[in-house]
């Protein structure tokens, strides 16, 4: 029995191998093609193999060149400058965030446990951290099930710890110069929301408005900065240890780019002035696009209006909407009667959205580029159905230029008729490259091969 036990276990292990000689053709069925293909895996092989050691090779080189020593200087003084104010606080975070863990679940569920901590923590050292955990929930492909599940709930909800009242007394009277009880009658200490940059508050003017006051967190800028300023030390080192060559195979620029560019979109974030700016202007386009009136869109999407004598740039100040987010109504929360109480809400979303992609190619209009289920409330009408849909959250905004716009046009009649026109289509990125020659080479794209392959892609839409 031992004997026929260990027969069965060494057939077991080496079944895959078996599996793959029988597979393999018998030497008198091999024929030209067979060793032309052959020959050619060979020939990548060895490509690959070369491009490695050449890669390898360069490391050095790099590392030890002027860009490395500027590096190496840079993060000295980061490490003796900006990071210890920070790592301070980021130690007290973490701390709270495993206080927070349980000897139980962590035996139960190991991985779910980590994973539940590792999003605590994200969350609670706020910034750029809770950005992370954001990407995290967007990558499934990416990172550990527990841990995307977990980090859904910063994309969803958005919840972090809210700042004192103390704090946000601080704030109001360095940005408006003012105490609350001189420009509010009524401010709720406990914040309607409280997320990664900013909490609200729920307000009233001391001329009877009912509004809603966005402030900055304390010290978010600070923290943001430290944030990426670690991030683009990492990123500038990454870059010299992959090599140009590497790196543009991932991204469409360096690595250090790709960080600085996220860095400046997340500070503007921070700039409550310009968010402010970015809802007048999309309100101005809202009521002066003739677009929109041709489409018979008017009224379908809301912005709430601000008030400037009660906002700066950590502070703004807008009415108060009275709506329900989508993300509660998609999900349909039983708890929330708000949510329950509004009813046909689809076509409001449909014509909402159409505004969304008409700003997005009408002209030199601005589109919102933040624009997820809990940027958009369903604002109910007498009859509890939803009359139309307010944008909030301006924070991040952008504006195409005209060859993007024509192009996303041309790829878009592409689905006037009742089947698309793959070509067209393909078309389109064609003419974006001859517009902009930054994107890439015009010489590299193959429109027949590319439309082959989308074939299916858009069969399936």
Known sequence: PTSDCCSVNCWASHRPLMAKMAAMPEPDKVGPGTLRASLAQLEGAAGAVRGLCSWATAVPGRLLGKEARALASDAAVFAVAELPPVLLGRTVDLSRALLGVRVGPVLR????????????????????????????AHSPALFPEPLVRACRSSLAHAATPPAPLRAVERILAEELGVSIEDVFAEFEEVPMASASIAQVHAATLRSGEQCVVKIVRPRVRERLAADFAALLLAARLADLVLGKEVVLQLVSASLEGCVEELRRAVMAECDLALERQNMEEFRSWLESSVTVRRARLCGSVRVPHTYPHVSASQVLTME????VPFSELCVGEVGNRSAQAISDWQPALTSALSVAALSIIDGHAMFHADLHTGNMLAVPGPGGDCRHVAFIDFGCCGQLPAPLRSTLLMQASAFAGGRPDVRQFCEGFSHALRRIPELGSLEELDIDALAEDMKPVLAEL
């Open 109 to 136: 569920d190991p991985r779910g446990s980590m994973a539940q901590a590792t999003h605590a923590a994200l969350d609670l050292m706020g910034g750029g951290f809770v950005k992370v955990a954001q990407v995290v």
């Open 320 to 323: 108060r909407v009275d709506g």
